[in-house]
């Protein structure tokens, strides 16, 4: 089955550190662009980073930029979100998804994993 | 940054009625808008690629068009199992970005 899953969300401390992960199968992972999107509590979606198929390319989102590293293992077909300096406007659910590599569409999400910042 | 506004916020439709969701453009984006689908407790689902283009698996009564500015989704024949937020997202230009949703209720 095509699938992704994420793993590592749960309750942090503001500045504290955590990092997702994001098992993929069913699926040449390898071949695919992956990224992180976000969803606050109730509130809209909001991309993340981005990240080539090779991890030639990387993008961050301004509000995550110098926080957060996302990186990838293709041997292991897994995405990573490593999230330091954690604020409360971090709180949200947390998606991988695919996209093509031709374009920055999400064709494949992940049921998400909950990140909450408080104290 | 290019931002994206959709209109209305929230619609509350009678089944088999047409909705019609607006997503607007900051600047031209060409084609390179997409629309998802989240329905309760579930994540995004793509339901239409580069403004117009039908996505596999995807019923036939959603469709899409517009390009430039300003495009449309639209469900025909609204069934109860498309109660949902419905998001537009630009892949023109990074940063990417969603619109705010549009939350459809089922009367």
């Known amino acids: 089955e095509v699938q992704l899953v994420e793993s590592g969300g749960g309750l942090v401390k503001p500045g504290g550190s955590l990092r997702l992960s994001c098992a993929a199968s069913g699926f040449t992972f390898s071949s695919y662009s992956m990224n992180w999107v976000r969803q606050a509590p109730g509130k809209g979606l909001e991309w993340v980073s981005s990240i080539s198929s090779s991890s030639s390319y990387i993008y961050y989102a301004d509000s995550v930029k110098g926080r957060f590293t996302i990186s990838r293992d293709n041997a292991k077909n897994s995405l990573y979100l490593q999230m330091n300096s954690l604020r409360a406007e971090d709180t949200a659910v947390y998606y991988c998804?695919?996209?093509?590599?031709?374009?920055?569409?999400?064709?494949?999400w992940g049921r998400g994993t909950l990140v909450t910042v408080s104290s | 940054e290019i931002v994206l506004t959709q209109s209305p916020d929230f619609q509350s439709v009678t089944p088999k009625e047409k909705v019609t969701i607006t997503c607007r453009a900051s600047q031209s984006i060409g084609s390179s808008l997409h629309w998802y689908q989240q329905k309760p407790d579930q994540s995004p689902k793509l339901l239409i690629k580069?403004?117009?283009q039908s996505i596999s698996g995807v019923p036939s009564r959603f469709s899409g068009s517009g390009s430039g500015t300003d495009f449309t989704l639209t469900i025909n024949s609204l069934e109860a199992e498309d109660a949902a937020a419905y998001y537009c997202?630009?892949?023109?230009?990074?940063?990417?970005?969603f619109g705010g949703g549009t939350k459809v209720e089922i009367k």
């Open positions: 998804a695919r996209d093509d590599g031709s374009d920055w569409y999400f064709d494949l």
């Open positions: 580069y403004a117009s």
């Open positions: 997202h630009q892949s023109s230009s990074l940063p990417l970005t």
